[in-house]
Each structure stands twice: as structure tokens, then as C-alpha cells.
């Protein structure tokens, strides 16, 4: 079910399936900042990654003895997401344990999603419960939203620039074709904070950049104006779109977490940047987007 939430400013969109934002349109200009899903490109628009980020070795984790099978990025994605409270502005969503995640997942937990919208800004919020009474936990959380890109009606967004607060350069590395991160780190040179796209900007893979480099991305139109915003404090951040299909958007996405090597074999807590929560214990956290200037 879709819920909404506006103000003078924005109307937001976000479905339960998924706990998922699927619009984000400003009420002067009708502008919608949001990927809308089409499939020729890729059918998602802002999923949650839970309780992992990125794709598994061989789509499996080794755990207490025993082997799980986890689809790329995690289930919370394509679980419906129980609603428990709303109002004009913000909007909670709750996610448990199930028969069908302890398949999956041999975890107890609570998945909180929450959204506040206040003036341009959407905040989005995260708390991962661990349920246990005895066992502690490992786990994952991002988020992959994707922001219409060019917005001015132009064939590509080459010419559109991502502003990366304080870096004069951009340390990455990628993923190979069946995503798994590689081990070659590259440097991005970036002009007054500025990476401009070019035609062949995303034809590699994605951007991981980790060690905390940012924490506010821009997206500005060739003219310099600015669209959007994140701001957010997690240790990695991706960025991406379709490899060579000059798809019109780009992702965003600030993580806690990642896929693994191209070379990885081991337990989950082994895995690169691997959260762990204690038993009966909280995880909280929030990103923010600001849409326009």
C-alpha cells in the first residue's frame, strides 16, 4: 500500500512493500526527483538493503556450522513492511522475524524504517533491533535510491556534475560483472569538488569509495544548480548507474556494509565491515536528502 507524506514544499510517496520511497515530487514545478522503476533500466526506485549490502560469494553465508542462502542486497526489499504510525510528515514501518527470514537469515531482529519530512528534506531512518536474548548478531544495512538524472529534458546527463564535500580527488575501487568488489584502487580527480559525467562516466561499474571520505553528495545540472542532496555518516558510499546504457538516473548510496571480494571465502564475521549487535541491543541511524538548493 502507498502512504503520503506533504508539505508546502513536497509530496512523498512511499510503499509499504519494501518500505520503499517511490516519488518525490515538488508542488511548485512538479518536478519528480524519483526514478519511477522502469525495467528497461533497473526496477527499483529506493530500496533498503537488509541485513546485507551488495551480493554474497556464491549468494551464500557461512554461518554456526551451516550454510544460508541470501539474495543480492537482502530480503527487506521484497518483504511487505507492517505500518505503525503516521502522520502528515512522518511515517514508520516495521519489519520481524519470520519463518521465511530465519531460512534466510538465522537472526532475530526488528527492521524500524521511518521517514520525516520537514521543509526540502527527507530524513530517513534506520533501527535494527536484535531480539535475541542470548546470540548476538551480523548484519548490514544501505540504501540505493535513484534520482532522476538529466531532469531538464536533455538526452543524457552527461554534463551533470556530483559535488563531493571537501575532496580535491576521489579514492575508489569497483565491482567486477557478477558484483563482487575488486581489489584495484583507482583515483578520480575531481575540479572544485566536482566530478563532471561523461559519456562513459558509468561504463565500469560502481564507485566504492570507503574510509569515511564524505559525507554530502550533490547533484547539480550542467548550469551548476543544484537538485539534490545526501548527507549522511556511514563508513562507505556507492554511486551508480546501468553500465553503458546511458540510463537517465544515478544512485546515491550511503552503506554500512558492502559485497564481498571477488576472492572471498570465510564466516560471516569475516566479512568486510561487518556489523554486530549484541543480543537485546539497538542500532540507530539516518540519512538525510535535500531536494533542491
Given at each position: 500500500m502507498r502512504y503520503t507524506l506533504e508539505n508546502d514544499i513536497l509530496?512523498?510517496?512511499?510503499?509499504?512493500?519494501?518500505?520503499?520511497?517511490?516519488s518525490v515530487q515538488s508542488?511548485?514545478?512538479?518536478?519528480?526527483?524519483?526514478?519511477?522503476?522502469?525495467?528497461k533500466y533497473w526496477k527499483g526506485t529506493s530500496p533498503i538493503l537488509f541485513p546485507f549490502v551488495g551480493r554474497l560469494r556464491h549468494d551464500t553465508f557461512l554461518h554456526g556450522g551451516k550454510t544460508y542462502t541470501m539474495p543480492q542486497h537482502g530480503f527487506a526489499r521484497k518483504m511487505e513492511h507492517c505500518l505503525v504510525s503516521k502522520t502528515d510528515t512522518t511515517i514508520w514501518f516495521k519489519l520481524v522475524t519470520s519463518n521465511e527470514t530465519l531460512e534466510q537469515f538465522p537472526f532475530s531482529f526488528i527492521l524500524r524504517i521511518g521517514y520525516e519530512l520537514a521543509e526540502n528534506e527527507l530524513k530517513v531512518m534506520w533501527e535494527v533491533s536484535n531480539n535475541s536474548v542470548d546470540k548476538h548478531m551480523h548484519f548490514g544495512i544501505g540504501a540505493h535510491p535513484g534520482f532522476n538524472c538529466p531532469i531538464h529534458g536533455e538526452d543524457s546527463k552527461v554534463g551533470y556534475?556530483?559535488?563531493f564535500a571537501g575532496l580535491d580527488e576521489l579514492k575508489y575501487y569497483s565491482n567486477d560483472?557478477?558484483?563482487?568488489?575488486l581489489d584495484q584502487f583507482y583515483t578520480l580527480p575531481l575540479e572544485n569538488h566536482r566530478?563532471?559525467?561523461?559519456?562513459?562516466?558509468?561504463?565500469?561499474?560502481?564507485?566504492?569509495a570507503e574510509n569515511r571520505q564524505t559525507g554530502e553528495i550533490g547533484l547539480e545540472d550542467p548550469n551548476g544548480n543544484r537538485i539534490l542532496t545526501v548527507l549522511f555518516n556511514t563508513p562507505l558510499f556507492g554511486i551508480w548507474s546501468p553500465e553503458g546504457k546511458?540510463?537517465?538516473?544515478?544512485?546515491?548510496?550511503?552503506?554500512f556494509g558492502r559485497c564481498d571480494s571477488h576472492d572471498f571465502e570465510g564466516t560471516l564475521k569475516a566479512r568486510a565491515y561487518d556489523n554486530v549487535l549484541e543480543a537485546g541491543?539497538?542500532?540507530?541511524t539516518s540519512y538525510v536528502i535535500r531536494f533542491g538548493a
Open positions: 509530496r512523498v510517496e512511499i510503499d509499504s512493500f519494501g518500505a520503499e520511497v517511490k508542488k511548485a514545478t512538479g518536478q519528480e526527483y524519483m526514478w519511477q522503476a522502469d525495467e556534475k556530483l559535488y560483472s557478477n558484483g563482487y568488489a566530478a563532471t559525467i561523461t559519456p562513459d562516466f558509468f561504463d565500469f561499474g560502481t564507485y566504492i546511458n540510463a537517465p538516473f544515478l544512485c546515491i548510496e550511503p552503506w541491543n539497538k542500532f540507530n
